[in-house]
């Protein structure tokens, strides 16, 4: 079983169209990275942004989802994964328990946690995939 995790914006504007773009390219390159018959993917559990983004493309390819996010996530739509775990309650108090649930990293943008979740992956030795992707003025 390959444990891809998405990182990535939840809350700013962005290019929807290239973001599914760079989503699709990253979770596919972190597939054939370390090809398995089953493929999870696993991301914040709310319904907005890359996470999103990732878990709608994750579905179209029969893949299962799981969630790791803090209480404070119960605050947004959440994405109906198949598996949902909770981590305290401030945001990055899951980010431990998220990089040790993954074997491949996929970071599309992003503010200052996913830098960090990015920056502890590869102190971890996880491989990391990393797209940038320009927010739009609103």
């Given at each position: 079983?390959?444990?891809?995790?998405?990182?990535?914006?939840?809350?700013?504007?962005?290019?929807?169209?290239?973001?599914?773009?760079?989503?699709?390219?990253?979770?596919?390159?972190?597939?054939?990275?370390?090809?398995?018959?089953?493929?999870?993917?696993?991301?914040?559990?709310?319904?907005?942004?890359?996470?999103?983004?990732?878990?709608?493309?994750?579905k179209e390819q029969g893949w299962k989802t799981v969630g790791i996010a803090c209480s404070k996530a119960s605050?947004?739509?959440?994405?109906?994964?198949?598996?949902?775990?909770?981590?305290?309650?401030?945001?990055?108090?899951?980010?431990?328990?998220?990089?040790?649930?993954?074997?491949?990293?996929?970071?599309?943008?992003?503010?200052?946690?996913?830098?960090?979740?990015?920056?502890?992956?590869?102190?971890?030795?996880?491989?990391?995939?990393?797209?940038?992707?320009?927010?739009?003025?609103?």
């Amino acid at each position: 079983m390959l444990k891809i995790g998405l990182v990535g914006y939840s809350d700013k504007k962005f290019d929807k169209e290239l973001a599914k773009k760079l989503v699709a390219i990253g979770l596919l390159k972190a597939a054939e990275s370390q090809y398995d018959d089953e493929i999870v993917l696993v991301s914040g559990l709310t319904n907005l942004g890359i996470p999103a983004i990732g878990y709608s493309f994750a579905k179209e390819q029969g893949w299962k989802t799981v969630g790791i996010a803090c209480s404070k996530a119960s605050e947004y739509e959440c994405f109906p994964v198949d598996e949902k775990h909770i981590i305290g309650d401030d945001w990055g108090e899951e980010s431990e328990t998220f990089l040790n649930s993954i074997d491949v990293l996929v970071r599309i943008g992003g503010g200052k946690q996913s830098e960090k979740e990015e920056k502890m992956a590869m102190d971890k030795d996880i491989p990391c995939f990393s797209f940038e992707l320009p927010l739009q003025s609103s």
